[in-house]
């Protein structure tokens, strides 16, 4: 049924056909996103399921580099191994993705959108860097994978506070080309052959870094 327009509507700025049309597919495209992630067939630990928040530095790995650095986290850590991943949310989602191999991970993480996985979600500001729980004991993990969200060595350094803490011995970081000699004085480690992807394409080259023989050579 049509309205009658009086006066006052002539103040009411009125959409375009076009511009509805656009709002509705939007929120179509939402809620079918919404409805697919709710389904049975969705996987809370696929990459991506949680998207990247760029205010927070936030850009995750291909799924193949992901795929790269959860299957050598694995092999360092050894049966029965404990994995950290510091900042490296989307390495956690893909160690998941493997829970049947013999290994334990936690992920610690700013970003409290990551706290759906239950209590192997540890809330971390690399700003303190040894602000941990209790429960998280020194040198109790056999591998730390770690991708500092800023490019800065104030960001390495204190992220490299937390790497050491945590560390029996092994350690993966990944950071920019930029950061190699930093990376070196504050964690000892070399630069790795493998070059890491992102889903998007990053104005700044990435790199991995480790302290071990790998296999990422």
């Known amino acids: 049924m049509s309205r009658k327009m009086d006066d006052d509507d002539d103040d009411v700025p ?9 709002l509705q ?22 990459v991506g399921s949680i998207e990247e928040n760029w205010q927070l530095s936030q850009f995750w790995y291909s799924d ?3 795929s790269c650095l959860a299957n050598e986290a694995i092999v360092a850590a050894g049966k029965g191994g404990r ?3 510091v900042s490296a949310p989307s390495v956690y989602q893909k160690l998941k993705e493997q829970d049947d191999k013999d290994f334990s991970v936690v992920i610690l ?5 990551f706290s759906v996985y239950g209590e192997e979600f540890i809330f971390y500001d690399y700003n303190n860097p040894l602000n941990l729980p209790e429960n998280l004991l020194p040198h109790s993990f056999d591998i730390v994978i770690a991708d500092p ?10 992220t490299a506070e937390t790497i050491r803490y945590l560390t029996k ?7 920019g080309a930029v950061m190699e000699e930093q990376a070196a004085k504050h964690l000892g480690v070399k630069i790795c052959k493998f070059i890491p992807k992102h889903s998007r394409n990053l104005a700044n080259e ?7 023989a790998s296999g990422l050579d």
């Open 83 to 85: 994995i950290a991943c």
């Open 206 to 212: 990435f790199r991995c870094y480790v302290n071990y």
């Open 169 to 175: 011995g092994k350690i993966l970081l990944c950071t």
């Open 14 to 22: 009125q959409l375009s056909a076009h511009t509805l049309a656009a």
């Open 109 to 113: 993480e700013y970003d409290r959108r």
């Open 25 to 46: 597919e939007f929120y179509l495209e939402q809620q079918q996103r919404e409805g697919t992630k709710t389904s049975q067939g969705f996987n809370q630990y696929s």
């Open 64 to 66: 193949e580099t992901a």
């Open 149 to 158: 969200p800023y490019l800065s060595e104030e960001c390495l350094q204190k």
